[in-house]
């Protein structure tokens, strides 16, 4: 009885309460080289109420491969747990992605939480380890949507700072972009509720690592921004593979 209605936003889910309605997003082209792209209005606000209260008491300091809390990420981040609201938000991102890429190539939804003095440290999100980008383990990550959750209203600082990237010239983009920031300091997100940037990792030719997706999550200077990375493997990730993404050090 429960159909996609003619519009194909409506999607049936296991009942008739737990509808996924997408959001109309808008999205820009930010690069093409590589393709980085804004997407505003990603996420609807009970989307971001919805995951924020389902991982309140889930998140855990962030810890590298011996255990120790890293210097290098020093923010919370938790897996979060699938639900109905889950699936239409990854159901968005697979679609969003518009080739044939399955929904097991996804890893579960990860947020992250930045207290005032956290920060996480330039880094790029595709495996340079060749222990990691196994296509047993689900190969490298293709590509990731980093979306703004929660940005408490007298948050300062908190920005995704891509280093290598060049900021638009325009200024009708520094409601989202930090026109503030020094030119040499590349492109600077401002985090912004609902919200997403969504860019590719991999060269499309050979499936290299792209070093000028390096990025930053910038020092939280006040306040308190939760993020949540929505990362696609090259390949579909079996339950063994996701079950050790929690033993996963940061990268
Ligand atoms: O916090 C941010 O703005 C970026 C976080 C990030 O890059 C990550 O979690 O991989
Ligand atoms: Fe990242």
């Keep these: 009885s429960e159909q996609p209605d003619s519009s194909g936003l409506q999607v049936p889910l296991s009942s008739s309460d ?15 080289s590589p393709l980085v792209m804004y997407i ?6 009970q989307e971001c109420a919805h995951l924020r209260a389902i991982s309140i008491n889930s998140f855990r300091h962030s810890v590298v491969a011996d ?3 890293s210097a290098q990420r020093t923010s919370q981040s ?16 697979l679609a969003f992605q ?26 790029a999100d595709w495996f340079s380890d060749p222990a990691y ?26 920005g995704t700072n891509f280093p290598l990237l060049s900021p638009p010239v325009s200024d009708r983009w520094c409601d989202v972009v930090d026109c ?26 050979d499936g290299s690592g792209n070093q000028k997706t390096l990025h930053a999550g910038l020092p939280v200077t006040a306040g308190e921004k939760i993020g949540m990375n929505i990362w ?12 050790g993404l929690h033993d996963y050090p940061d990268l």
């Design 18 to 32: 737990e509808i996924c309605v997408h959001p109309s997003y808008q999205v820009q082209i930010i690069s093409s």
């Design 40 to 45: 505003k209005d990603f996420l609807t606000a």
């Design 67 to 69: 255990g120790k809390r």
């Design 78 to 93: 938790t897996y979060v747990e699938s639900d109905h609201v889950v699936r239409c938000i990854e159901e968005r991102a």
């Design 98 to 123: 518009g080739h044939d890429v399955q929904p097991s190539q996804l890893e579960p939804l990860q947020l992250v939480k930045y207290a005032p003095g956290e920060h996480y440290h330039f880094h």
């Design 133 to 158: 980008k196994l296509a047993v383990n689900g190969g490298n990550r293709v590509s990731s949507f980093f979306a703004y959750i929660y940005v408490r209203n007298d948050t300062t600082g908190g």
């Design 180 to 205: 503030d920031e020094p030119y040499n300091r590349g492109l600077t997100f401002r985090p912004v509720e609902g919200n997403a940037v969504y860019w590719e990792n991999l060269h499309p030719e």
């Design 232 to 243: 696609t493997r090259q390949a579909p990730l079996s339950d063994e593979a996701v079950a």
